[in-house]
């Protein structure tokens, strides 16, 4: 007759244990991993339970999307990304994390996108692109670990972007200017800046971090990089300026700053405005101006790009190169609600 089964030793273990009692009365415990071999996890109840738990919850986060947004941040192409570009790819990891965080990305099928993008974001369409756009690159480099042999995000079309349409008016631009002049010297900082992207046209990127030797009063000239350029190349951009800009300009250079400073835009301590300080500043002076009723509309730092676009358009009667492609920037800052053509003669 066999020996009689203990099952007590049994209770309470987590799914896949198992309790091997031995003749000297104690108990070892084994895990038993889908299609591995058993593991040996000693004698001790309770830390065996624990080691199944630490391996189960390392199981659970393998391959998965919260671990590709870890390994794409130690990769090459993180490192090369803009901070700005970096700072947003964060912003745009927290909803994805959120649904799709702890999903394999073996499992993600283009009907998951599509239902993330139509459902999920259906009230932030164009933020659910964006956060796509990242999902994307996630699964690239899944293909590139050999995880997966397809990126599901190519195979769905993104949601429907409406480009914007509006430009602040000249009036309304100087009327916000000089209310930001009169309330305080961080928001004056945020003046200079916003006169410095409308009479220039030019991307916050470009000029955050302008540096007093780039402006040339003797020749008359700005030298700042153009951002955004593809396949590694680099363009030099010339502002010449005009006698608006001129002006600025040597209010921007008689502004105190440390001996040792060379930046043009600076926050209050003397330190180099960042990113971060801009955003908090100009969204807080946005909102402040609305509730006074200084501008009737709210209107984004970018729309300063499209303002330069339409009033040049305006001044000279064609478009400014902004892009490679002309047709781009016409698409994308020309907001001129006037269009103007000669009758023949």
Same mark, same amino acid.
């Given at each position: 007759?066999? %020996?009689?089964?203990?099952? =007590?030793?049994?209770? #309470?273990?987590?799914?896949?244990?198992?309790?091997?009692?031995? /003749?000297?009365?104690?108990?070892?415990?084994?895990?038993?991993?889908?299609? #591995?071999?058993?593991?040996?996890? @000693?004698?001790?109840?309770?830390?065996?339970? +624990?080691?199944?738990?630490?391996?189960?919850?390392?199981?659970?986060?393998?391959?998965?999307?919260?671990?590709?947004?870890?390994?794409?941040?130690?990769?090459?192409?993180?490192?090369? !990304?803009?901070? %700005?570009?970096?700072?947003?790819?964060?912003?745009?990891?927290? /909803?994805?994390?959120?649904?799709? #965080?702890?999903?394999? *990305?073996?499992?993600?099928?283009?009907?998951?996108?599509?239902?993330?993008?139509?459902?999920?974001?259906?009230?932030?369409?164009?933020?659910?692109?964006?956060?796509?756009?990242?999902?994307?690159?996630?699964?690239?480099?899944?293909?590139?670990?050999?995880?997966?042999?397809?990126?599901?995000?190519?195979?769905? /079309?993104?949601?429907?972007?409406?480009?914007?349409?509006?430009?602040?008016?000249?009036?309304?631009?100087?009327?916000?200017?000089?209310?930001?002049?009169?309330? @305080?010297? =961080?928001?004056?900082?945020? *003046?200079?800046?916003?006169?410095?992207?409308?009479?220039?046209?030019?991307?916050?990127?470009?000029?955050?971090?302008?540096?007093?030797?780039?402006?040339?009063?003797?020749?008359?000239?700005?030298?700042?990089? +153009? *951002?955004?350029?593809?396949?590694?190349?680099?363009?030099?951009?010339?502002?010449?300026? @005009?006698?608006?800009?001129?002006?600025?300009? %040597?209010?921007?250079? =008689?502004?105190? +700053?440390?001996?040792? $400073?060379?930046?043009?835009?600076?926050?209050?301590?003397?330190?180099?405005?960042?990113?971060?300080?801009?955003?908090?500043?100009?969204?807080?002076?946005?909102?402040?101006?609305?509730?006074?009723?200084?501008?009737?509309?709210?209107?984004?730092?970018?729309?300063? +790009?499209?303002?330069?676009?339409?009033?040049?358009?305006?001044?000279?009667?064609?478009?400014?190169?902004?892009?490679?492609?002309?047709?781009?920037?016409?698409?994308?800052?020309?907001?001129?609600?006037?269009?103007?053509? *000669? $009758? !023949?003669?």
């Amino acid at each position: 007759m066999g %020996r009689r089964r203990e099952r =007590a030793s049994g209770f #309470g273990l987590l799914p896949r244990m198992e309790a091997r009692p031995r /003749k000297d009365g104690k108990v070892t415990y084994r895990y038993h991993p889908v299609g #591995g071999k058993p593991i040996n996890l @000693g004698t001790d109840r309770e830390e065996a339970i +624990r080691q199944v738990l630490g391996v189960n919850a390392e199981a659970h986060h393998q391959g998965t999307i919260r671990e590709l947004w870890g390994l794409y941040q130690k990769t090459q192409k993180w490192s090369d !990304l803009k901070p %700005r570009t970096q700072s947003d790819y964060r912003q745009y990891s927290m /909803k994805l994390l959120q649904v799709m #965080g702890d999903v394999p *990305a073996a499992i993600i099928r283009p009907t998951d996108v599509a239902r993330y993008l139509r459902v999920e974001r259906a009230e932030a369409p164009v933020r659910g692109n964006r956060e796509i756009a990242l999902l994307s690159n996630l699964l690239t480099l899944a293909i590139e670990r050999g995880e997966i042999d397809a990126n599901p995000c190519k195979q769905v /079309k993104k949601n429907s972007e409406r480009p914007r349409t509006e430009a602040p008016e000249p009036e309304a631009l100087r009327n916000f200017l000089d209310w930001l002049f009169r309330s @305080g010297p =961080a928001r004056r900082m945020l *003046a200079l800046m916003a006169e410095f992207a409308a009479l220039a046209g030019s991307r916050r990127a470009e000029f955050l971090e302008l540096q007093i030797p780039q402006i040339d009063m003797q020749a008359g000239v700005i030298r700042l990089m +153009r *951002a955004k350029q593809h396949g590694g190349s680099k363009k030099v951009e010339n502002i010449v300026m @005009g006698p608006a800009m001129e002006c600025l300009a %040597r209010r921007l250079l =008689a502004l105190p +700053r440390p001996d040792t $400073s060379m930046h043009v835009f600076l926050n209050q301590q003397g330190n180099p405005l960042t990113e971060s300080g801009f955003t908090t500043g100009w969204q807080r002076a946005m909102v402040a101006a609305l509730q006074e009723g200084v501008i009737q509309r709210r209107f984004t730092f970018h729309d300063l +790009r499209a303002y330069y676009t339409t009033q040049f358009k305006e001044q000279h009667g064609n478009l400014p190169e902004l892009h490679a492609n002309t047709a781009t920037t016409a698409r994308v800052y020309d907001r001129s609600k006037i269009a103007k053509r *000669a $009758s !023949l003669k």
